[in-house]
């Protein structure tokens, strides 16, 4: 069996390092072509010394150079100055893992699915501000991630939950509604009036998940949520008014989908990003998970299911709006949540403040419908400079 190649942009973050954790678990089956990352060169260092990988992106020049003494003889080292778009291109792998958060990963994922190759979607903000354009790549190509051979494959638990669920779906007129499934965040059982004053150690602790710190604050303001409907319903083919949010605590369902005839799928399993992820890189097929990755059903007592609270937590409304809106209007919210949390995480401004600095950006925002590549550019570097703004005026 010859393995599939794997390159991973963002691989010493969360899903980075769980991705290669699984590749160690399957070493004849999968094989690290390239690893890029921002400025962690030390990890990257080990992770080189382990997997071998030819080609090496580092974003972060100063780092690039300390990092480059260390490599082996044929390793190829990227840096900023030839781009990440070039790295991706020369590294070619089979499967290309989209881990970063932001813009980054926008042109080495359109590269690749215009290429035929297989990307594992774990970065939201990709279809969130480019969805139209990338689904009109896939369906050029023809086997977009509602087609019977998909190269999209998502790996958010929610999605890839979702992805699962309809497999043998004959069309997104046979769904009646998608179900996201959410635990809450850590701030859920948390009163509103203690939130303007609430330690940023609270909100990146994440009750179920172990996740990078701005997914973290971006589940504790449901924005996460938000940005996961305007991914299912490019990814699926569903209007986004047909598109649920529950909180579930539990976190054993990863999300259903509703059939017209009544009938429910869900797909649940453990709290493990390693489990997504694996059926991203293995699709068709299923390969067997360590019985430490099974769920132990007899210890379940219930499963809870609850509305959120849409005044709790006013970012879910902001991004249906923003979802409604449509054409630059996602591109806006997905760049403006970007510094907001950013400035939250860097002690400029409250968390109070995140939704109410969005809601301004957007409002300011003249919505362009069907935006182009350079367009969705434009509207991301103008939401992102009148956000530094306004957490600057705070």
């Keep these: 069996m010859t393995p599939r190649t794997v390159t991973i942009l963002g691989s010493t973050g969360s899903i980075g390092t769980n991705t290669l954790d699984v590749v160690r678990g399957f070493r004849r089956r999968f094989r690290v072509k390239g690893l890029a990352v921002g400025s962690n060169g030390q990890l990257l260092l080990r992770q080189i010394a382990e997997f071998s990988p030819p080609f090496v992106y580092v974003d972060d020049e100063s780092a690039a150079m300390r990092l480059k003494p260390s490599l082996k003889k044929g390793t190829r080292l990227f840096t900023r100055r030839e781009g990440l778009r070039e790295f991706s291109r020369a590294a070619g792998a089979d499967i290309l893992i989209a881990a970063t958060t932001g813009t980054t990963a926008l042109l080495p994922v359109v590269d690749a699915l ?11 903000e990709i279809l969130v501000m480019a969805g139209g354009i990338i689904m009109k790549i896939l369906d050029e190509v023809g086997v977009g991630a509602r087609h019977a051979a998909p190269l999209l494959i ?6 890839s939950a979702i992805f699962q669920c309809l497999q043998g779906a004959n069309s997104p007129a046979a769904v009646r509604r998608i179900i996201l499934t959410g635990s809450g965040g850590p701030l859920r059982e948390v009163a509103s009036d203690r939130f303007a004053s609430i330690p940023k150690s609270i909100v990146i602790r994440h009750p179920k998940w172990s996740m990078g710190r701005k997914i973290s604050v971006d589940s504790a303001t449901l924005m996460n949520k938000g940005l996961e409907i305007i991914e299912a319903s490019w990814l699926f083919g569903v209007p986004v008014p047909r598109i649920d949010v529950l909180i579930h605590p539990e976190a054993v369902v990863h999300s259903m989908v509703e059939f017209i005839d009544g009938s429910v799928m869900a797909q649940m399993g453990p709290t493990d990003m390693r489990l997504p992820i694996q059926y991203a890189l293995s699709y068709p097929d299923r390969l067997a998970s360590p019985p430490a ?15 959120p609270d849409r005044k709790k937590f006013p970012c879910l409304d902001i991004a249906y709006q923003a979802a409604a809106a449509a054409g630059s209007a996602p591109c806006v919210l997905s760049a403006a949540d970007e510094v907001a949390v950013g400035a939250f995480l860097d002690d400029r401004i409250r968390f109070t403040s995140i939704p109410h600095i969005i809601e301004k950006v957007l409002s300011r925002h003249k919505v362009i419908d069907n935006p182009g590549l350079g367009q969705i550019r434009r509207a991301h570097e103008w939401a992102s400079e009148e956000t530094r703004k306004l957490c600057l005026a705070r």
């Design 154 to 159: 998502p790996i958010d638990s929610e999605h």
């Design 114 to 124: 215009e290429a035929g190759r297989r990307v594992g979607l774990a970065n939201k």
């Design 293 to 307: 990755r099974l769920l132990d059903w007899a210890a379940l007592s219930r499963l809870t299911f609850l509305a």
